[in-house]
């Protein structure tokens, strides 16, 4: 029997301090997010960042939190329960840290007599960070828990057609009567040397991105080309004029470079740049979090307004949009039928 298992971040339980040190140490102590040794990862997640770190996150949590809990939970969940109104396999949901655990997901399957699996990594780009993290984590639950199980994974989905296009729509009717004189596509930073380790090539990905137009299969794994490639595709369907839209990446940690722009300088570049009406697309996320919901929608807005900007919206993500539950239905009726992932 098939059924299917949809991943994404995860979230604390709760805006206490405690939980969110719980949290943020799982997340941070991933190998993938924090790329470096273990002991040298230890000593900066447990001696240094959850010192000080969860209460500053925690006051960010309280701001943006729902009273039913976690904007990115129950985003989730009610995309999971449109999506399973609209398919005839089980759909559970997981997240990738926190105590809604992929192995619970799996275990949920199984109850109801799943044995072939579709994993959804809810993540529109690969980025070892993200995408890839998710992918090895439910890869190691399931050899170790469930080994009868088969796992199909659906591929990063950053330029499939119907992406773009629900993408585009759910743009069109959040800035339907906004005059903007500019558009800001915001990204999930990732630190320079992602780019080179997940290179699969070893010698395409250039730091300083003039390899991002050149067709490679570098790409297949390649967070800051997919990005762009999102970005020019979306524009084009909204019909952006070049010089009235561009890319930047947020929620870097640590002194090493990230990939840049950094969106906290754009927001102050740009207002002197005399684009005073700012729109903000934030298309790595497909559910409204923390990083949307605090770091763009409240503080990004105080910095551009501090910077001299006049108006500012952000658009919110997919997040349990018709339009968007109808596509992920699809293809997983599509695979359910055809053993075809996304045709």
Known sequence: MKGVLLVNLGSPDTTDPKDVKRYLDEFLMDKRVIDVPYLLRAFLVKGIILNTRPKKSAAAYQKIWWEEGSPLIIISERFQKKIQEQVKVPVALGMRYGSMSIQKGFQQLKDQGVDEVLLVPLYPHYAMSSYETVVVKAMEVKNRYFSEMEMTTVPAFYNH???????????????????????????????????????????????????????????????????????????????????????????????????????????????????????????????????????????????????????????????????????????????????????
């Open 161 to 343: 057609p119907d992406y773009i296009r629900v993408m585009t729509n759910n743009i069109k009717k959040h800035l339907d009567g906004f005059k903007y004189d500019h558009v800001l596509f915001s990204y999930h930073g990732i630190p320079e040397r992602h780019i080179k380790k997940s290179d699969t090539t070893k010698s395409h990905c250039q730091l300083d991105g003039s390899c991002c137009n050149t067709p490679s299969k570098a790409h297949e794994t390649c967070y800051r080309h997919q990005c762009f490639e999102t970005t020019k595709l979306v524009a084009e369907q909204l019909g952006l004029e070049e010089g009235t839209f561009s890319d930047s990446f947020q929620s870097r940690l640590g002194r090493d470079p990230w990939l840049k722009p950094y969106t906290d300088f754009e927001f102050e570049r740009l207002p002197q740049e005399g684009k005073k009406h700012l729109a903000v697309i934030t298309p790595a996320f497909v559910s409204d979090c923390l990083e949307t919901l605090e770091e763009i929608a409240m503080e990004g807005e105080e910095e551009f307004k501090e910077a001299g900007g006049e108006s500012f919206k952000h658009v919110p993500c997919l997040n349990d949009n018709d339009d968007w539950v109808e596509v992920m239905s699809r293809w997983i009726n599509e695979w359910v039928a055809t053993e075809t992932v996304m045709a």
